[in-house]
């Protein structure tokens, strides 16, 4: 009786929101034609690739389920679903409230879905649950709003399945690079804490794989399921990342006042 093998996968799976410019075909930079897209994902999307490929590339996968999947969302709506995936992108961009006197004309508040922005005698106030979007800023007529430099809220751990989790929030306004940097030190984290690996190292080789056995990953054993077995032990690189409320500024000098 013949065995019969299981088809063996690429280890990984990176999408972009439809949005990128690499989905729809576009030249990059234009961002596929959509009107939220804060930063287009296609270059970091190609980026990400390489690594993973470099990185895991002996650990082919015969399951779906032990796929690392990436998502990237170039602006807050996160269409390619980034809170359910391993790693996780979406783009935002701060508000910042200007010099400009304010018309009261309530645009602001007209343009956010949420309505996480309200007018006081003293102008616009933004909830601290703001998620940086920007749609307020295209509405304003005075050019009391503007947006600030945006950046990527970087995501880990989320997946679906019996126990479904979300993500967790690991940085905000982040570039590139600080994506590439944190991202490869979670997953040579998690890569050295596998139990069963015993190939060759040199000296510091082995003492970083020493320090990732405290937490030693089960075969098999998902991303998320590992961070939260190990509680994001201390060997994890301390990455966690401001609030998206503290990254709200107001260039008059004024502390921004949450609502409620």
């Not at 005698?121 to 940086?132: I, N, V």
């Not at 399945?161 to 040579?188: K, Q, S």
């Amino acid at each position: 009786m013949t065995e019969r093998l299981q088809p063996r996968r690429p280890p990984f799976d990176v999408t972009s929101c439809r949005g990128s410019a690499s989905c729809a075909g576009d030249a990059p930079g234009r961002g596929g034609g959509c009107p939220h897209m804060i930063l287009d994902p296609g270059d970091l999307a190609g980026r990400i690739s390489v690594l993973l490929r470099r990185r895991l590339n002996a650990h082919q996968s015969h399951s779906a389920h032990n796929v690392l999947r990436v998502a990237l969302s170039g602006c807050p709506n996160s269409c390619s679903q980034p809170q359910i995936r391993d790693f996780g992108l979406q783009a935002r961009s701060p508000v910042e409230i200007t010099e400009s006197p304010c018309l009261y004309c309530g645009a602001c508040i007209d343009a956010c879905p949420e309505r996480f922005v309200e007018l006081t005698d003293a102008g616009p106030r933004f909830s601290d649950d703001c998620l940086s979007c920007g749609r307020c800023v295209k509405a304003c007529p005075s050019g009391t709003l503007r947006n600030g430099a945006p950046g990527w809220t970087l995501l880990a751990g989320g997946k679906l399945g019996r126990i479904p989790r979300l993500a967790v929030p690991i940085g905000h306004y982040l570039d590139d690079d600080d994506v590439m940097e944190r991202i490869e030190a979670i997953l040579t984290a998690y890569l050295d804490a596998d139990e069963g690996e015993e190939a060759e190292k040199d000296d510091t080789e082995r003492r970083t794989a020493q320090r990732a056995r405290v937490n030693p990953r089960k075969p098999g054993e998902r991303l998320r399921t590992w961070l939260d077995r190990t509680k994001w032990a201390a060997n994890l690189p301390a990455v966690t990342g401001k609030v998206l409320a503290e990254q709200t500024t107001d260039l008059r000098g004024k502390q921004k006042t949450s609502l409620g």
